[in-house]
């Protein structure tokens, strides 16, 4: 089957687009503009976390975790990315960084040992930065403590890996160490997007990338492509998105840019250094990438996610979203954020406090908070309807009450705003609650959650350089107007 032509795919987004009626949520605090949207990843957010006994982390670790290892090492500082990262360290700061991981891991050796590990997911930074022996160093320390053979083993490439002379052998190290699934952050394959971004690959990277990886037998391959991008057109964006198809890839994660203060590219939003999509060309953007895929037979996975294939888009995007609150993702590394005991945390985001504290024999958790039932609850609710959507006699069963009787007023304004549906004992997102995802997880916060955020959050001098504005990824207590964006940037 033929993917819809740019004309086509660009009418029916058009055509799609005006069923979000933007005035309408805007006037409900129902949409987030662009500067202030932001998907869940935790909740309680970081912001509205204190200090936490690392010991409560092993109270009631679950019999199956997934495992996170955080790599915060990369050539090059993309605009766009607020993750932890130190830009080109020398090898015996990354040897330093190892040997801190596996004192970490001995930390949790006698709880965690005999556990079986569902997933387990190296990002960054930049996981392929490290050479071919400390790719060795990091499996065998690994190996040593967990079985990762009937696991699903992510690993994310930079496409800047395919100019590495032994590009080949560092992806067989992968592979022999038991990855089966390699994530490749593409975003765009326009070249002056690619500059502006200073993502420090070029598109023909990308293509011999992606070839030499089904030259090796790689089957389970997802790419990262993302819209609303500094000088991006809705051709461009198509012609990206057409472009990896002709590749044959089968699995995407498909997502909008989106601004943190700390980022270069939110200061270049704030100061028209560039011209970025507004609101109504992000929906289209994103309706004519919906229409492409389904035309293609791709279907939905977690919001954002795409696969062509019969299983899900990954098992460890199923486990996040689905697993409601029975799985444990047990992070390594700094600035990695886990669940474990009912308990979100986050370790130190910075380096160097990492280190220290990692080499001093402690459990390296920055912040941290203990889930209250009421937490359980809405945590619950946002992360599931992230994915297949709240069944709601599971709800019942799990907490013994109905969904009803503790979101009503919630499920009320969501569902006369056309953003949610019960069908069946399903409760899901629309197309235009898919579209306004941070605005409806806001809506599930609670109040004494919602006054920790802003408390903490009226405490930061300087939104640009401070570590919890940099490392919450949450869309509470963010700017309300591009004017006041534009006053905390200058």
């Known amino acids: 089957m033929r993917a819809p032509s740019y004309s086509e795919a660009l009418e029916f987004a058009i055509d799609r687009s005006y069923d979000i009626n933007l005035d309408m949520l805007r006037s409900r605090n129902l949409h987030l503009d662009m500067h202030n949207d932001y998907l869940v990843g935790t909740y309680p957010p970081l912001k509205a976390m204190g200090d936490l006994n690392a010991e409560k982390l092993l109270l009631q670790v679950s019999s199956s975790i997934d495992l996170y290892f955080h790599m915060p090492f990369c050539d090059q500082y993309c605009t766009f990315c607020h993750f932890a990262k130190e830009i080109n360290p020398s090898s015996g700061r990354v040897e330093r960084y190892l040997a801190a991981l596996d004192k970490e891991m001995s930390w949790s050796d006698a709880a965690l040992g005999g556990r079986a590990v569902e997933t ?4 960054g930074g930049t996981p392929s930065f490290l050479t071919n022996r400390q790719l060795e160093t990091l499996f065998g320390m690994i190996s040593r403590r967990f079985d990762l053979s009937k696991s699903e083993v992510s690993f994310e490439l930079h496409p800047s890996l395919a100019k590495q002379v032994d590009a080949a052998d560092r992806i067989s190290t992968l592979l022999r160490a038991g990855v089966n699934r390699f994530v490749l952050g593409v975003q765009s394959l326009d070249p002056s997007i690619l500059r502006i971004l200073n993502r420090g690959h070029h598109v023909d990277e990308v293509v011999q990338l992606v070839k030499l990886l089904n030259e090796m037998g790689v089957q389970n391959l997802s790419l990262d492509l993302m819209y609303g991008l500094p000088q991006q057109t809705l051709r461009s964006w198509y012609d990206s998105l057409i472009g990896l198809l002709d590749m044959g890839i089968e699995k995407f994660n498909v997502f909008p840019l989106m601004f943190k203060s700390t980022d270069p590219v939110a200061r270049h939003l704030a100061s028209g250094r560039y011209q970025f999509a507004g609101a109504k060309e992000r929906i289209i953007m994103h309706f004519m990438a919906e229409h492409i895929l389904t035309k293609l037979g791709y279907r939905h996975g977690p919001i ?29 590394g700094v600035a990695g954020f886990g669940y474990m005991s009912q308990c979100q945390f986050y370790n130190e985001a910075d380096l160097d406090r990492y280190l220290y504290r990692v080499e001093a024999g402690e459990k390296p958790v920055w912040k941290g908070v203990v889930l209250s039932q009421d937490d359980l609850m809405r945590r619950t609710v946002m992360f599931a309807l992230r994915s ?15 969904i009803e009787k503790c979101f009503g007023r919630e499920l009320e304004l969501l569902n006369a705003a056309g953003l949610i549906c019960i069908s069946n ?33 009226s405490r930061i001098r300087d939104k640009r350089t401070d570590l919890l504005e940099k490392h919450d990824y949450s869309p509470a207590a963010r700017y309300g107007s591009s004017a006041e964006m534009q006053v905390a940037f200058r």
């Open 120 to 123: 387990a997911f190296f990002g």
């Open 388 to 402: 297949s959507g709240v069944l709601l006699s599971r709800f019942e069963r799990e907490f013994g009450v109905s």
């Open 304 to 332: 954002f996610y795409w696969s062509k294939q019969s299983q899900p888009h990954s098992i460890q995007q199923s486990r996040k979203y689905d697993s409601w609150n029975d799985n444990n993702l047990v992070p390594f």
């Open 425 to 457: 004992g399903l409760l899901s997102l629309t197309a235009a609650g898919t579209i306004n995802s941070g605005a409806v997880s806001l809506l599930f916060f609670s109040n004494n959650i919602l006054e920790r955020v802003a408390y903490n959050d």
